[in-house]
């Protein structure tokens, strides 16, 4: 990937913005290359972001990975570093080869609330053309010394992806590809959470895009689009290759919000011993399901909450009732 000229359009006003060559052609069902200069950004310099990380920790909300994983590894994670060092001494060495932490949900931290907000505002009118509604804007930074892997997944969000030091290879395939995450594997997901379904094969490698990103480049990829990564040591001695870090800014519409509802309401016909069909089979059936989905969604929000008041009082268990984020 390459980094062009700041003068292409696309985007708003302000100084930190993401921006794609071609807006005329960018649709949210399409993998999409871009460019961003967020990487210049203050709050996103490597010691800023140590502190993000120390902040997030207090929050529990900094997972770290084994450094044994493949990308065909099941996606796991943990909330204290694997050798047992503390969180600051982990940041300490996070230079050393295998170092691997992702903060979850860096938006409940408000100066960086603001700065994921302008990462989306300066796409919005692109993305709301096709999707209007955009809702649930969350950010992920992902630290990693390589070599180092993310596994291969899915996620319920559409994702603007950010390289913002060192370097970093993606592989995303289109979400529509059913030879790559089957149908039901992705119903699974959404209704479960499990990625037990989605697995990865090196057949699909040709099969998808990759993108060899340094700071400056940026991808767009649609809600469920199998991802995932890999910083190599042979970039280790080039400058900033000790560390590669990146950002999934991630949101979901009322179209995310429609397709969840279509799954959650095929499980329960399935339940019934029905086939229904999959998102976008039928537009017909998909309009009406999205409509009975949400009434779905409020009873089973609804009867969630009454389930763990019961269980409140009856013991001292806590119980999990929250439908899905983005589902309803
Ligand atoms: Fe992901």
Known sequence: MCVTSMNSVGASETTY?????????????????????????????????????????????????????????????????????????????????????????????????????????????????EQPDIFRVNGFVFFSAPPSVTPFHIDRENNFWLQLHGHKILNVWDHRDRSIVPAEAVEDFIVTQSLQKVRFNQAFLPRGLEFDAQPGDAVYFPSTSPHMTRSTADRAATPGGRLSISIGVTFYTASTRKVARIHQVNRLMRKCGMSPSYPSESPTADTAKSAVGGLVGACRARLGAARARFICMTSARRVKHAPPPGSY
């Open 17 to 129: 913005r993401v921006w794609t060559d071609d807006p005329g052609s960018f649709s949210t069902q399409r993998i999409t290359p871009m460019h961003h200069n967020f990487h210049e950004h203050p709050l996103f310099q490597v010691p800023e972001l140590v502190r993000l990380g120390m902040e997030l920790s207090k929050l529990d909300q900094c997972r770290f990975m084994n450094p044994d994983r493949t990308v065909a590894s099941r996606l796991a994670h943990d909330s204290r570093p694997p050798d047992g060092r503390s969180i600051a001494e982990f940041f300490k060495r996070v230079e050393e080869p295998g170092s691997s932490v992702a903060f979850y949900n860096i938006e409940v931290i408000p100066r960086y609330q603001a700065l994921l907000m302008s990462v989306v505002n300066s796409m919005r009118s692109l993305v709301e053309r």
